[in-house]
């Protein structure tokens, strides 16, 4: 963790306490303003909040994609309809090393049982490729984070459903959505993010060379850790996303803000060119074979088409064989007697 929010921490108790002798209130410190608490501030490049400035439907340093719809209070990344995909893109590269990202998001609509598919935050190199990974490209290169909200029943995964998994990708791997992603995580969360009331808030922090995911869905202020993964190692200069996508089930999916922390680099940090860097992760999930999926149909009635097809051979040339043997037999019997 950041020195930083430790700092901030201490204060918030002097704080809760102070307020707690001054009136005995249950009044709860904010665990979302501690950088603030301690003056530091969003980069406002980097970031989104309301009011949305800009003329009509653009943002100044945010470029949109596919059914993007702002209103004067969220970002509406795809409606409650089938087959609808949207994404807001940050236009500046991140150029510093670590940083921590905090999105408040909303995910909710008619469905009282089916529901999807979900939305992705991302740190790439390409931003702007409409795909079929939650509205983004696949084959990405960089970070991935899905909110996941319908489970695909091909997976043999023992989670439950909202569930958010990271993965990171060097531009050679694909996301198995039949699966839901799980042969390529390397770490996630059960998190019931979708279809409350309060506010619901995803943090991300990156810093010395480790990715914490934290979340509030329920309505706290308070974090819950989701994971926290060390050896993750992601380049600089990529781009900041968050994106969703619609197929035969439907949600809104909403923005309503992001706010993007410079944090300072680890004391230990080393001079590295951080620009170079190939994305990769040490996988903290546990892994998976793709032996215990069963196969489709299909290749049951291959192999029980091809046994039997053995089978039938098998008998035809032991048959034959054993004619010819008696005939062999009956031929010797007659050359010796
Ligand atoms: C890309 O990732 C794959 C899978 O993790 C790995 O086998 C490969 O070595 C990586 N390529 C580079 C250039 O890092
Ligand atoms: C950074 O990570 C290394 C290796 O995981 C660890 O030894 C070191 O204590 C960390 N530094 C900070 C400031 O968190
Ligand atoms: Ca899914």
């Known amino acids: 963790m950041a020195q930083a929010p430790k700092q901030a921490h201490s204060t918030i108790v002097i704080t809760v306490a102070f307020v707690l002798l001054l009136g005995g209130s249950s009044v709860r410190a904010n665990q979302h303003n501690e950088y603030e608490e301690i003056g530091i501030y969003p980069q406002r490049e980097h970031s989104l909040t309301k009011p949305y400035q800009g003329s009509g439907m653009t943002i100044p340093n945010w470029d949109f994609i596919g059914n993007t719809m702002v209103t004067t209070s969220f970002i509406r990344l795809t409606t409650d309809t089938q087959s609808r995909l949207g ?24 469905g009282k049982e089916l529901f999807g598919d979900g939305m992705a935050f991302w740190y790439v190199k390409h931003p702007m490729q409409a795909g079929n990974v939650f509205g983004s490209a696949d084959y990405f290169f960089g970070l991935g984070i899905f909110l996941d909200t319908y489970a695909n029943q091909n997976g043999a995964h023992s989670h439950t459903h909202p569930y958010i998994s990271a993965m990171i990708n060097n531009a050679t791997i694909s996301y198995d959505h039949d699966r839901d992603g799980t042969h390529s995580e390397f770490a996630g969360c059960e998190s019931k993010f979708r279809g409350v009331d309060h506010d619901t808030y995803l943090s991300i922090r990156y810093y010395n060379d480790s990715l914490t995911l934290r979340t509030d869905v329920d309505g706290s202020g308070n974090w819950e850790q989701c994971f926290h993964a060390e050896g993750v190692r992601l380049p600089t200069g990529l781009y900041m996303g968050v994106t969703a996508a619609t197929g035969e089930l439907s949600d809104n999916h909403d923005v309503i803000s992001i706010k993007t922390y410079m944090l300072d680099a680890p004391y230990s940090a080393s001079r590295e060119d951080r620009s170079l860097i190939i994305p990769s992760a040490v996988d903290a999930a546990p892994h998976r074979d793709h032996a215990h999926d069963l196969p489709p149909p299909t290749s049951w009635l291959k192999f029980f088409f091809y046994s039997l097809l053995t089978i039938v051979g098998l008998a035809i040339v032991g048959g034959v064989g054993y004619v010819l043997y008696q005939k062999k037999q009956e031929s010797s019997r007659k050359r010796f007697y």
């Open 87 to 110: 994404g807001i893109w940050n236009k500046v590269p991140i150029y510093f090393p670590n940083w921590e990202v905090i999105l408040e998001f909303k995910v909710a609509g008619h």
